[in-house]
């Protein structure tokens, strides 16, 4: 059974910066793209960054690139997603996703929240 | 960036109903178009991918078609268990955009 577990969320201050992981299992890790995708509060799903299976080449929307860094420990079978100069509009929840041409299993999803 | 323009926002239907929402991209994406069922409190669930292959585990009542550039979810029989927002999603190219969802509730 494939599974996502996020960790790592919580309250941070504006500037401030957070790292999630996400644990995987039930399939075999180094082989799919991973991928970070966010949901605002009462808001519509954002996708966040991507990374290869090497982890060589990583996308990124522009609302987030330069502040956001996505990798991954194919040895752990583990993704990362460390957000820096956090602001408020990153207020959402995190989830990770499994997918190389698109998503298809998900996490269940960890709370990040921006305030001071 | 693509923009992926979804309709309605919000549906009302009666348990047994045919159920309809569409997307349509502003730029050729092929078959790269997903749909997603997010129920509250829950995580996303693929439903369609490749814009007409049935997900694994997804009832046969929920089908995927495209015509041109619109792309369409369509559920042949509501029942109450499919009260969800739904989302599509491009992934032809960088940015992935999704849709801005359609919240489906019972008349």
């Known amino acids: 059974e494939v599974q996502l577990v996020e960790s790592g969320g919580g309250l941070v201050q504006p500037g401030r910066s957070l790292k999630l992981s996400c644990a995987a299992s039930?399939?075999?890790?180094?082989?799919?793209?991973m991928a970070w995708v966010r949901q605002a509060p009462k808001k519509g799903l954002e996708w966040v960054a991507t990374i290869s299976t090497s982890g060589s080449r990583t996308y990124y929307p522009d609302s987030v690139k330069g502040r956001f860094t996505i990798s991954r420990d194919n040895a752990k079978s583990s993704l990362y997603l460390q957000m820096n100069s956090l602001k408020s509009e990153d207020t959402a929840t995190y989830y990770c996703?499994?997918?190389?041409?698109?998503?298809?299993?998900w996490g269940q999803g960890v709370m990040v929240t921006v305030s001071s | 960036d693509i923009q992926m323009t979804q309709s309605p926002s919000s549906m009302s239907a009666s348990l047994g109903d045919r159920v309809t929402i569409t997307c349509r991209a502003s730029?050729?994406?092929?078959?790269?178009l997903s749909w997603f069922q997010q129920k509250p409190g829950k995580s996303p669930r693929r439903m369609i991918y490749g814009a007409t292959n049935l997900a694994a585990g997804v009832p046969s009542r929920f089908s995927g078609s495209r015509s041109g550039s619109d792309y369409s979810l369509t559920i042949s029989s509501l029942e109450s268990e499919d009260m969800a927002i739904y989302y599509c999603?491009?992934?032809?190219?960088?940015?992935?955009?999704f849709g801005g969802g359609t919240k489906l509730e019972l008349k």
């Open positions: 730029q050729d994406i092929g078959n790269y």
């Open positions: 039930g399939f075999t890790f180094s082989n799919y793209y």
């Open positions: 999603l491009q992934s032809i190219q960088y940015p992935w955009t």
């Open positions: 996703a499994r997918g190389t041409e698109a998503p298809d299993y």
